[in-house]
């Protein structure tokens, strides 16, 4: 039977030869492949946007794999471990997503031809308004990846092998060094290849911990509580912001996200503009959103398989705390127990690997940013022009050192880990949208009210995030944030157009 390779408790935290052979293995691999395209890049625009021919379905399984991370990987099944499925049903809102960004906003960033989606800021609303974007994706970005490590080492890998913390930073250092030098090699088909790859290592990792678990307890409807559980929250169907959960509440978050994401950040737009046409373009983002489908079904599914396992086996939780109190720890716990020797090694890298593709496309998108939005735009035209390719390699060796040590104060965030992504990774997500909605949507936009619409809405999702002002949740950051900041940026731009004289039109 499978599971007589279920370890013990005192196993359970040591990795076998086997295993570390497989994490070698992995990590020469991604090299490899960096080294491979560093070869074909000739270009600046070859390394960050693949000459703009890359492989619509690779690069939407490149979309998918940069915005699933680590977070996404340990966070759902940890929410259906602690809170239940209802958060699983913003998947339902997927339709509505790929209509508006497929048919609304991807062929608005097509007809440009730019490197970097804030350029388009200023053609429309002025410099201002570009550098607020700027400062809004860099600290967006540069957080997230923070957290990825954060997550991926201090929470994920320690609970698979209980390590000294001392080695916390050391291990932090390796994973953002190797991610740096495939990315910085390589460029984005380096990005994206590696994506693929790694797509398929993290879901077979789920998938397989998935069938090891309903082999172990006889059948696959095992994995499923025969009642509702008590600790889960009640089931409601509409939206309330005051409420953690709610099917209604789970579709608006969802559907905020990917729209404001799809909408404003160089890392999707980025992929978008990497594909030949606007069909393509559209095409690439169907598949990220069919691929997120079966990954988020599968981390339910992770996340009962879990509940169902240590709730037979208590005697493998740490410590005095109980099973919800260790939900966000319990996959990567698990992968040490019950999977043998080299599989073990494999789904770990599947851990690796979730962090590793977003921090890859994050490296890239960043740099390019700042290559493009910073130091080409300020650049006096009298003095000479670097090296392109040389340059925005630099910017991704500069990026990794300012992620690694953001990482550091990533724990200081209150909550669990679903908390800690809403609270640190997007804060900023929905005023950034702001910004984009003005500049294509507004025609009577103004950048001085714009601006400002900008700022009130990132104070709206500070306030949310912590203080919670009206007792409203953390889930609802976004929308409230973005909504505000809507409706102050109209409001401003109407008031702005009356009062004053109307600034000049960049488009």
């Known amino acids: 039977m499978i599971f007589r390779l279920l370890k013990s408790p005192v196993d359970a935290t040591q990795l076998t030869h086997l295993d570390w052979i497989v994490l070698l293995l992995y990590g020469g691999g991604m090299l490899l492949i960096g080294w491979i395209y560093s070869r074909?890049?000739?270009?600046?625009?070859?390394?960050?946007?693949?000459?703009?021919?890359?492989?619509?379905?690779?690069?939407?399984?490149?979309?998918?794999?940069?915005?699933?991370?680590?977070?996404?990987?340990?966070?759902?099944?940890?929410?259906?471990?602690?809170?239940?499925?209802?958060?699983?049903?913003?998947?339902?809102?997927?339709?509505?997503?790929?209509?508006?960004?497929?048919?609304?906003?991807?062929?608005?960033?097509?007809?440009?031809?730019?490197?970097?989606?804030?350029?388009?800021?200023?053609?429309?609303?002025?410099?201002?308004?570009?550098?607020?974007?700027?400062?809004?994706?860099?600290?967006?970005?540069?957080?997230?990846?923070?957290?990825?490590?954060?997550?991926?080492?201090?929470?994920?890998?320690?609970?698979?092998?209980?390590?000294?913390?001392?080695?916390?930073?050391?291990?932090?250092?390796?994973?953002?060094?190797?991610?740096?030098?495939?990315?910085?090699?390589?460029?984005?088909?380096?990005?994206?290849?590696?994506?693929?790859?790694?797509?398929?290592?993290?879901?077979?990792?789920?998938?397989?911990?998935?069938?090891?678990?309903?082999?172990?307890?006889?059948?696959?409807?095992?994995?499923?509580?025969?009642?509702?559980p008590a600790h889960w929250d009640t089931f409601r169907l509409g939206f309330d912001p005051r409420e953690r959960t709610t099917i209604g509440n789970a579709m608006l978050v969802l559907f905020s996200w990917y729209v404001c994401t799809s909408g404003s950040d160089q890392m999707a737009v980025q992929r978008y503009l990497a594909t030949s046409d606007i069909r393509t373009a559209r095409k690439s983002f169907g598949i990220s959103l069919y691929s997120n489908v079966i990954a988020y079904l599968l981390l339910a599914l992770v996340g009962l398989a879990m509940l169902a396992f240590f709730n037979h086996h208590q005697a493998f939780l740490t410590g005095d705390n109980g099973l919800n109190d260790q939900a966000d720890t319990l996959f990567p716990r698990f992968i040490m127990i019950g999977l043998p020797p080299g599989v073990s090694g494999l789904v770990i890298a599947g851990l690796l690997a979730a962090a590793m593709s977003s921090m890859s496309s994050g490296l890239n998108s960043v740099s390019s940013v700042v290559a493009e939005d910073i130091i080409k735009r300020f650049r006096k035209k009298t003095e000479p022009a670097p090296d392109a390719l040389k340059q925005v390699k630099k910017l991704s060796y500069l990026t990794g050192v300012i992620v690694l040590a953001l990482s550091f104060f990533v724990d200081k965030v209150p909550g669990n880990l679903l908390d800690v992504v809403m609270k640190v990774v997007n804060l900023f997500v929905a005023p950034l949208f702001v910004l984009f909605f003005m500049a294509l949507f507004v025609p009577f936009a103004t950048g001085r009210a714009t601006f400002w619409a900008g700022i009130i809405s990132v104070a709206i999702a500070i306030a949310v995030a912590f203080w919670g002002v009206f007792g409203i949740t953390v889930l609802w950051i976004m929308p409230v944030s973005l909504a505000a900041g809507i409706i102050a940026g109209i409001v401003l731009s109407y008031a702005d157009r009356l009062l004053f004289k109307p600034e000049p039109d960049r488009s």
Request: with cysteine; hydrophobic share 55%.
């Open 40 to 228: 074909k890049n000739k270009t600046k625009e070859d390394y960050l946007l693949g000459g703009r021919k890359m492989n619509p379905t690779a690069v939407g399984i490149s979309l998918f794999a940069s915005l699933m991370s680590t977070l996404s990987y340990l966070t759902y099944p940890g929410e259906m471990i602690l809170h239940g499925p209802a958060i699983f049903a913003g998947i339902l809102a997927f339709p509505l997503v790929y209509y508006i960004v497929g048919w609304w906003l991807i062929p608005r960033f097509m007809k440009m031809n730019v490197t970097s989606a804030y350029e388009i800021l200023e053609l429309k609303l002025g410099l201002r308004v570009r550098m607020l974007a700027i400062f809004m994706f860099l600290s967006l970005r540069l957080l997230w990846m923070a957290t990825i490590i954060y997550v991926t080492v201090d929470v994920a890998l320690y609970s698979v092998i209980q390590f000294d913390r001392i080695y916390v930073p050391y291990i932090g250092a390796i994973l953002t060094i190797i991610t740096i030098f495939y990315t910085s090699m390589g460029g984005l088909r380096a990005v994206v290849v590696t994506d693929v790859i790694q797509s398929f290592i993290f879901l077979g990792g789920a998938l397989l911990s998935i069938v090891v678990v309903c082999v172990h307890l006889g059948s696959f409807t095992a994995i499923f509580p025969s009642e509702w």
